[in-house]
């Protein structure tokens, strides 16, 4: 019996119950649909940080606290550490130990709204260094001025934002001099920044900058850092800051084993292989999640194999009768069953696809307009295979005993 033959015949026999057919890879279909989307979306968004990392520069150094984080798990650790304190910074900024740093800067995130008057608006708000982004992102105030090393040391109550900022509390009035509160604290509006886009992973435009000290002292009410970020003299140099960094900061939290590290230091690099590590095992570990439903499909897939065929059992006694072997029935009954969930898995990808292209529109519209649609050509050979790997699993009992029915009792079913 030729593969000709095997395939024509089972096409055959798919298209007389074309509703029971459909309605047997509908589970494939969905899994491959949900896995094929999954890793669309997933590369999609790590493309986008990648893009963004780029722009904090080839110098740059980040300095977190907590352990490297291995998984999405291990992001938490590095948002709460408490690790990085004063006393790190001035002994980083310390020639002696550093000497290849240009700049050195402290940053923490300050988490609810500002508002002015009877608006409420909810930005990105950072305590740190408001130069830091003029020299990093090339954001220049529109009006007014930034606030200076002389505010940071005097916990001034004092404020830079950005244009949409302005636009959202302000519209068309000036807003230096202005008061704007946050967290129940008052701030004066000091500078604003000309319209400047996503740069890295900042909107500047959406972004409203205060002094560090002031943010720590009366707004969270902590002392310590979120992150410190370091300008290398050059791109060749970052190497030897990262050697220096750690191990200035060893010596200051008395660490001799490196697996007990309370920080971690990455450069550009490093930053985008944590992101690609980080979003690779949240879109392995949904992906084997929705893989559930192949089971479900699979599973499908073999009990309507084997009422199949109750119902062709005559059929494969007179197979029998006239010469077919128990390879020739096994073959058969086998390739309808990878056919159906290879058919599944096409249109499962297509599917998929198409619903990760919508997706993406939508994410480029509302969430970040440099998203872009990614489509892993991996993820078509993957959805392949998975499905004709569930055909052949699910398919082989029904084949089997297919295949070792008597053609005596077969050809006298009824």
Known sequence: MSIKHIARTSYRALWVNKSRSFLTVLGVLIGIASII???????????LILGEIGGLGAETVVVRPGQEPTGPTDVAETLLGD???????????????????????????????????????????????????????????????????SDTRQKANVAVIGSKVKEELFGDKSPIGESIRIKNQSFKVVGSLAPRGQVAFFDIDDLVIVPHTTAMTYILGIDYYHEIILTAKSADMVEYVIEDVTRTLREAHGITDPDKDDFFVVSQQGLA????????????FLSSVVAIALVVGGVGVMNIMLVSITERTREIGLRKAVGATKKNIMNQFLFEAVLLT??????????????????????AQTVAPAWTFTFPISAVFLGLGVTSLVGLVFGLYPAKKAAEKDPIEALRYE
């Open 273 to 284: 292989d944590q992101i690609q590590i980080i979003i690779g095992s949240l879109t392995a």
């Open 83 to 149: 690790s990085l304190k004063d006393r790190d910074v001035d002994l980083l900024r310390k020639k002696s130990n550093v000497p290849d740093v240009i700049e050195v800067s402290p940053f923490v995130i300050v988490p609810g709204s500002v508002s002015y008057g009877g608006d409420t608006y909810r930005p990105m708000v950072i305590g740190g260094a408001a130069d830091f982004f003029i020299d990093s992102f090339d954001a220049y105030p529109e009006e007014g001025v930034l606030f200076d090393e």
């Open 37 to 47: 989307m999954m890793m669309s979306i997933g590369k999609g968004a790590e493309n």
């Open 342 to 363: 290879s058919i599944g898995g096409v249109i499962g990808i297509i599917l998929g696809g198409t619903l990760a292209f919508l997706i993406s529109l939508v994410l």
